[in-house]
Each structure stands twice: as C-alpha cells, then as structure tokens.
C-alpha cells in the first residue's frame, strides 16, 4: 500500500518522523521532498516565510494545492498527522480538510493519526469515515 502523508506544515518534523516508521514497517509512504528539506534545512526560506505569516504565498508560489492533489491520486490512501495545534487537539486545518475532501471523492483510504478534532467542521470529517490509528502506526490496515 502507498500512503501519501499529510497534514499542517507545524506538524513537518513529525510527518518525516511518521514516513521513517511506516518504512520501518514495510509501508511505502510518502511525503512531499519540499517537506524533507524543511526538516534537513530548518533555516529554508520557506519556512522563513510561514513564520512571518506569509505561508499562503509558499502555497501558490510552489502550487501546493495541486501538487498535493497529484500525490493524493498517486497514493493508494493518505495519513494525517494530527497532533495539538495551539488549543486544538488533533488539529486538521483548512488545507487539510480540502485535501481530505480531494482523497475521499477519489475512493482513497483516510486515515488520521490520532481521533478528530472537536473543530467547527467535525461533521465534514466525520462524514468522509476516516480511520483512527489511536496514535499508533500499527494500526493501520
């Protein structure tokens, strides 16, 4: 199974940490290469850039949004690292949320991390009847 991973660019570190341990589990996973480097590099520029709050500049100037889509349609499912953003646990932004939406109407497996977040559009997520690992890797099918 191929498994593309995503989920907010807060959470970059985890995600790549989340690829080595499926790896390890004979998973084929993935990740965007933009988000290796940000790990390898933690002084990139574009990481300079999100943090003076100009991250929707990152996302069009590199097509993200797409590039995102054509690794969904690559991927047999997708995992969302899903951890505590500021108050929130289990985060999934707004990116994540459409990109969750673009793998259910393509009949890709979703998978979260951890449960779903008690956000304003919990019903959205709720309704695409993604798979909870409870934290843990080996739960996924």
């Known amino acids: 199974m ?7 660019t807060k959470f970059v570190d985890d995600m790549v940490r989340v690829i080595d341990e499926l790896k390890a589990l004979g998973v084929d996973a993935w990740i965007h290469p933009d988000y290796i480097e940000y790990v390898k590099h933690p002084e990139h520029a574009h990481l300079k850039q999100i943090e003076a709050g100009e991250q929707w500049k990152v996302k069009k100037a590199n097509d993200y949004i797409r590039q995102h889509y054509n690794g969904i349609l690559e991927s047999d499912a997708v995992l969302f690292v899903n951890l505590k953003k500021g108050e929130i646990e289990n985060y ?4 994540a949320l459409m990109e969750m939406g673009m793998a ?3 009949g890709k497996k979703i998978y979260l991390l951890n449960n779903i977040p008690e956000i304003q559009y919990k019903d959205e997520i709720v309704a695409m009847q993604p798979i909870c690992l409870e934290g843990d890797l080996n739960n996924l099918q």
Do not use: A, D, M
């Not at 191929?2 to 907010?8: A, N, P």
């Open 2 to 8: 191929k498994v593309y991973i995503l989920g907010s």
């Open 92 to 95: 999934i932004g707004g990116n």
């Open 104 to 106: 259910y109407v393509n």
